[in-house]
C-alpha cells in the first residue's frame, strides 16, 4: 500500500482519532489506527472497544490500494515533525513516512486483527434535531459525574417520551436537564457515556442519524461514523428532583452575575449570596481571616432577607450555557434544592448546609 497525503489533512485525521486509542497497553491492536486505501477513497478508523470513529476522505492520493495499522500516537508524532506532501508505504510489515530525505519507521499489526465496529443495519433510528441535540449535549456535559461508583451516573439520560426528549445529567449535587419538544412514535432511554458526549460535541455540527440498540449508540454523517458502548444500569428518577412549584423568582443578569461571583471565588469557591430587596451581596464562605465581598445593586422584589451557600462552580457552568442576556432563579427554602433557568434548560442545585 502507498498513499501521498497533505499533512494539514493527516495531521487532522489523527487529532480527531486520538481519543479513541488504547492509551495504556501499546502492545494491543486497539492502540493502532487502521488504514485502508481502495478505490479512491481512505478509510481512517480507531476504537479502544468502548467508544470508536471512522473518519472517510477521498482527497488523499493512492498509488497502491491496501491496509494497515500502526501506533496512532506515534505516528502522530511524526507526522507533526514533516511539512507539505507525506508518503505513507508498507514494506515488509512495516510503516514507512517519508518526506524528502526524512524517513520514519513503525511497525505494523495484522490489519484483519482489528476489532470490528457495529453496523446499522437493523437497528432502530432516533429522529431528533440534531442541532438542538448536540447544543442540548453541551449545555448539561459539566453536570455529568465523572469517576461515581453507580456507573449510570458517570453518562448522560437521553430520555426519550411521546412529545417531548429530556437530556439529563447529574453529580448527585446539581441536576442539568435540557428539554427539546419533538414526536416520537416510542418512549424509551438510554445512558450515554461522557466521554462519548464529549467527543460528539467535537465531532458534530450539523445534520447526523442516528440509531441504536440495547448495546451501542451510532452516529454518522457524510464522512464521519461513530459509536459508543452504552452504559446498562437504572438511571434516577430525575423529575422528584426538581421541584414543582417555587415561592420567589429573581431575573438575574447575566454578565453582573459572573464579575460578581468572579470577585470573590480567588478566596473561597464556596460563596454565600444574600439577597436583598435592592441589592445581592456575594461574600467568600471562609474560616480564616481572610475575607471577600462584592455587593450588586438590583431590585429583588423582596420583603425579607434570603440567604444562600452554594458551590460557585455550580452556578458558572449553569451561567456559561445562558443564551440571552438574563437567566431566572427560583427560590424556596435556603436548606431546599434551588433552580436556575434559561428556555429549555434548568439545573437543579443543592445548597451547601452550613
Same mark, same amino acid.
Given at each position: ?102 524517513? !520514519? ?105 442516528? !440509531? !441504536? ?21 437504572? !438511571? ?119
Amino acid at each position: 500500500m502507498k498513499i501521498r497525503v497533505t499533512k494539514p489533512l493527516i495531521e487532522s485525521i489523527l487529532i480527531n482519532l486520538q481519543p479513541f486509542l488504547e492509551k495504556k497497553d501499546a502492545s494491543q491492536i486497539t492502540s493502532h489506527i487502521y488504514f485502508k486505501a481502495q478505490n479512491d477513497s481512505c478509510t481512517i478508523k480507531a476504537t479502544d472497544g468502548e467508544i470508536g470513529l471512522v473518519i472517510t476522505s477521498n482527497d488523499i492520493i493512492i498509488e497502491e490500494e491496501g491496509a494497515f495499522t500502526a501506533n496512532g500516537k506515534n505516528l502522530l508524532d511524526y507526522i507533526r515533525m514533516l511539512n507539505d506532501e507525506i508518503i505513507l508505504e508498507v514494506v515488509e510489515n512495516n510503516l514507512i513516512i517519508k518526506q524528502n530525505r526524512t524517513k !520514519y519507521k513503525l511497525p505494523t499489526f495484522n490489519f484483519n486483527n482489528f476489532p470490528t465496529f457495529p453496523v446499522i443495519e437493523n437497528k432502530p433510528q432516533i429522529f431528533l434535531d440534531s442541532v438542538n441535540l448536540i447544543q442540548g449535549f453541551k449545555k448539561i456535559s459539566a453536570a455529568i459525574d465523572n469517576n461515581n461508583p453507580k456507573f449510570e451516573l458517570n453518562g448522560a439520560l437521553l430520555d426519550i417520551k411521546t412529545s417531548s426528549t429530556m437530556l439529563v445529567g447529574t453529580d448527585t449535587r446539581r441536576l442539568a436537564v435540557v428539554t427539546m419538544e419533538n414526536k416520537n412514535e416510542f418512549k424509551f432511554s438510554l445512558i450515554i457515556p461522557k466521554k462519548a458526549i464529549l467527543e460528539i460535541q467535537k465531532l458534530f455540527i450539523d445534520k447526523i442519524d442516528i !440509531y !441504536y440498540d440495547d448495546t451501542n449508540l451510532i452516529i454518522q454523517n457524510e464522512n464521519h461514523y461513530f459509536f459508543t458502548r452504552l452504559i446498562n444500569g437504572n !438511571y434516577p428518577d430525575y423529575q422528584r428532583i426538581i421541584p414543582n412549584e417555587s415561592k420567589i423568582s429573581i431575573k438575574l443578569p447575566k454578565k453582573e452575575i459572573i464579575d460578581s461571583i468572579k470577585k470573590v471565588t480567588p478566596v473561597s469557591q464556596e460563596i454565600k449570596l444574600i439577597f436583598l430587596e435592592n441589592e445581592i451581596t456575594f461574600e467568600a464562605l471562609t474560616t480564616d481571616t481572610k475575607e471577600a465581598k462584592d455587593q450588586l445593586l438590583l431590585n429583588t422584589g423582596l420583603n425579607s432577607n434570603f440567604e444562600l451557600n452554594v458551590n460557585s462552580r455550580y452556578l458558572l457552568d449553569f451561567i456559561a450555557q445562558v443564551e440571552e442576556n438574563e437567566f431566572e432563579l427560583l427560590l424556596n427554602e435556603p436548606t431546599l434544592p434551588f433552580v436556575l433557568k434559561d428556555k429549555n434548560f434548568i439545573t437543579v442545585i443543592m445548597p451547601i448546609i452550613a
